[in-house]
């Protein structure tokens, strides 16, 4: 196809893809820490508003800011802060930054078997388990049995949030087992007396999650709504949607306002995650 036609056809698909946003049409792609709420919102907010539609898919963090750059999806979820190459990438696309929405927050938990009687690993415990250099449960108050380890696939933003937060940047052990999405870390280590993963709160049927102190001997703290508020609770984080500033109108910004609405804010308690402080809503 000759360039220029070529040319065409991409500012026909861009033109109809700006065009089906403002009428009423919204795609939303990426984290799968937050594709539950996603969906829980859309569905609330189709309830409520019969004119709009809302799609919503996962795939991780990574491919929701892929799809952003490609101008495939209107609103990006993500687990993690953008990154300054994702940011080049969405200038180059569509000459602005990507506007930046705080939506939600996340108490990041450590999940084991109901059955593991460990109760509370410290920070450097976690990361001496998920790089390897702990193996055996009894190595930390358990039970003599080999540490079986669960995680991410690398495109994800809890993938990532974990190992620069958790790990200090240090590779997972080559043993870890790499799960498709959070649903399924869960669902193996609710299955493995000797597994461990990690996950958004919103994720816990089936296992258990631990308490998680900042250093040996100092108190184990609960990934609770309150802990995570006052920043007691390590491995915090805030979750996030990313946008093409072109698209920042109409229906489009009359849901993002909607989500950090009190309506919107109540579906992520709803769901178990932790609303957002009314001084970040605005």
């Known amino acids: 196809m000759p360039t220029t036609l070529k040319k065409l056809g991409t500012l026909a698909a861009l033109v109809a893809f700006a065009v089906s946003a403002s009428a009423g049409n919204i795609t939303v792609k990426g984290s799968d820490t937050l594709v539950i709420l996603a969906q829980k919102w859309a569905e609330v907010y189709m309830g409520e508003n019969s004119e709009t539609k809302i799609q919503v898919t996962g795939g991780g963090t990574g491919t929701g800011f892929a799809a952003l750059q490609n101008r495939t999806t209107d609103l990006c ?16 696309a569509f ?13 990041l938990s450590v999940y084991i078997a109901e059955s593991n009687p460990v109760k509370q690993l ?26 079986t380890i669960y995680s991410r696939e690398n495109s994800s933003g809890t993938y990532e949030f974990f190992k620069e937060q958790v790990l200090k940047g240090k590779d997972f052990a080559a043993s870890a087992q790499t799960m498709p999405g959070t649903a399924a ?10 597994g461990i993963g990690y996950g958004g709160a919103a994720y816990g049927a089936g296992a258990k999650h631990i308490n998680v102190s900042r250093e040996e001997g100092s108190a184990a703290v609960e990934p609770t709504e309150e802990n995570v508020l006052n920043q007691t609770y390590p491995i915090w984080r805030h979750l996030f949607i990313y946008l093409n500033p072109e698209l920042e109108k109409g229906e489009v910004a009359k849901y993002l306002k909607w989500i950090r609405s009190e309506n919107g804010q109540k579906v992520v308690k709803d769901v178990g995650y932790y609303p957002l402080p009314k001084n970040l809503r605005e």
């Open 185 to 194: 870390v869960l669902q193996a280590v609710a299955k493995d007396k000797n």
């Open 95 to 107: 000459d602005k930054r990507p506007t930046e929405y705080k939506v939600a927050l996340d108490g």
């Open 77 to 92: 979820n993500a687990s993690r802060k953008i990154r300054a190459t994702e940011i080049a990438a969405c200038v180059k």
């Open 122 to 147: 410290s920070m450097a415990q976690l990361e001496g388990i998920f790089t390897g250099k702990i193996r055996n449960w009894k190595e930390v108050g358990g039970p003599e049995a080999p540490i």
